[in-house]
């Protein structure tokens, strides 16, 4: 069986947050394969600890990928100061046409656009995507899940980080699906008494209160923090009331456009002016803005670069979703130039934790070899770009681990999904629950 189709059958999707089923991109041609292991989120270690623990999978499913897409290269990003994981990827790759380019300690270094650019020195066209430039790039993860999907080994578990708020931060590997509050207990437990999740970091994660929610494919982690912290209550406030103080309160300093990645690097992002429509949009008309479209939601314009402490993310994001529902397809090609201040202007980790105010919770979170077992998994049937999965089994079922409990639908964009434990399944129209029996 090609790779694409062990691929396909085993669910593997972009292990780093977004998603994306990766058979679609081992079906396309390339010169170049990219494995993103920068991982710029504050107080995660998801990335570096994959790339020492299994270096030997991540090369070997780089290997495997550049032949299927007909690369001649294969490059791995990687932060300079993540020197053993730069030891272990080294070591593996010795012989083979990958290499390792070291990346600054900036945020954020794992956007894909910048780690293309970064990278290779080519730029993705406006709306592209890296195939565009004859690359392919995944997350370190995603290369060993596809490793273990060529020996037919499906994606049922998952690395994360637990850190913040809690008494010994840790990085390990869970079944998925795993409640939120098991891999808590492991970590020691929260020290606040009302922790918030901030799901996949800071910056671009979601929050949530609720500690049962499960470990999914595409989680890198969560940050615990207090309800009372800053950025907790910045993420709570619903768009309504962030809206007002928008348009209230911005003055046009441009500072969030002046600091934006992709404003930086020459595309037409420029929140700014999505600030200034939002100003001049009556309340009971919808947001539109052009400028937003080609936005990464990477948050600095929100939690770093604004100084009235505004959310042009969100803003970004309204118009976005708008622009989608409206049909809008990006048309424009203008040429694409790096800003001459571009290197300068880069927000290195430590300043942004400042600004973040979470330096007290910078503390090391390794990979350890510690043992979760959940009593009960719940499974969504969308954990991937695209179509949700169909359940190929009912409840009362017995599964075992690794068995097919989830199929993408044929000809659509979407993921398998497998039983990380065995038990009894409950199935219903959004999930699997599965009550381990063993």
């Keep these: ?81 993540n020197s053993r994981a730069i030891q272990m990827i080294t070591a593996a790759s010795a012989g083979q046409p990958v290499s390792v380019h070291l990346l600054g300690d900036y945020y954020p270094a794992g956007d894909e656009y910048d780690l293309v650019f970064e ?5 993705i066209p406006p709306a592209g995507i890296p195939l565009n430039v004859g690359a392919v790039v995944c997350n370190v993860e995603t290369f060993a899940n596809i490793s273990r999907a060529a020996e037919n080994l499906p994606v049922t578990e998952k690395t994360v980080t637990i850190g913040g708020a809690v008494r010994s931060p840790v990085t390990l590997t869970v079944p998925v699906g795993t409640p939120f509050r098991d891999v808590l207990e492991v970590a020691g437990g929260p020290t606040t008494d009302d922790p918030v999740l901030c799901l996949g970091g ?29 950025i907790v209550q910045r993420k ?56 937003a479209a080609l936005c990464c939601s990477c948050g600095l314009c929100t939690l770093y670069s604004c100084p009235e402490e505004l959310f042009p ?8 979703d708008e622009l989608r529902k409206a049909g809008f397809k990006w048309a424009t090609q ?13 927000i290195p980790i430590r300043a942004l934790m400042r600004k973040l105010v979470v330096e007290e919770f910078d503390h090391p979170a390794h990979w350890q070899d510690l043992s979760v077992y959940p009593v009960r998994v719940t499974l969504p049937l969308k954990q991937a770009a695209g179509a949700p999965a169909s359940a190929v089994v009912k409840s009362g079922d017995h599964v075992k681990k690794g068995q097919l409990i989830g199929r993408a639908p044929e000809g659509a964009l979407g993921a ?23």
Aim: contains cysteine; aromatic residues 4%; charged residues 25%.
């Design 313 to 320: 993310k969100e803003a970004c994001d309204a118009s976005k």
């Design 202 to 230: 800071l910056m671009m994660g979601t929050t949530s209160d609720d500690l049962d929610t499960p470990v999914l494919k595409t989680t890198t982690g969560a940050i615990v923090l207090p309800r009372t912290h800053h």
């Design 334 to 346: 203008s040429q694409v130039r790096p800003h001459p201040l571009r290197d300068g202007r880069r």
């Design 236 to 291: 709570l406030k619903p768009w309504a009331h962030q809206a007002k103080i928008g348009k209230s309160a911005c003055d046009q300093c441009r500072f969030c456009t002046e600091l934006c990645p992709r404003y930086l690097l020459g595309y037409p992002v420029e929140p700014h002016r999505v600030m200034r429509s939002l100003g001049f949009t009556a309340t009971d008309r919808k947001l539109l803005d052009e400028w």
């Design 416 to 438: 398998n999904l497998h039983a990380s434990v065995e038990g009894i399944v409950a199935v219903n129209e959004a999930s699997i629950a599965i009550q381990r029996t063993k």
């Design 1 to 81: 069986m090609a790779l694409v189709e062990l691929v396909r059958e085993a669910g593997v999707v972009g292990a780093g947050g977004g998603g994306f089923p990766t058979h679609v991109k081992l079906a396309g041609k390339a010169d170049t394969v990219i494995a993103n292991g920068a991982e710029c989120e504050p107080l995660l270690h998801k990335d570096a600890a994959v790339m020492e623990r299994e270096a030997a999978r991540v090369v070997t499913g780089m290997l495997a990928t550049m032949e299927a897409v007909g690369a001649t290269r294969g490059i791995i990003g990687i932060k300079r100061k």
């Design 119 to 123: 990278t290779t020195g080519r730029l």
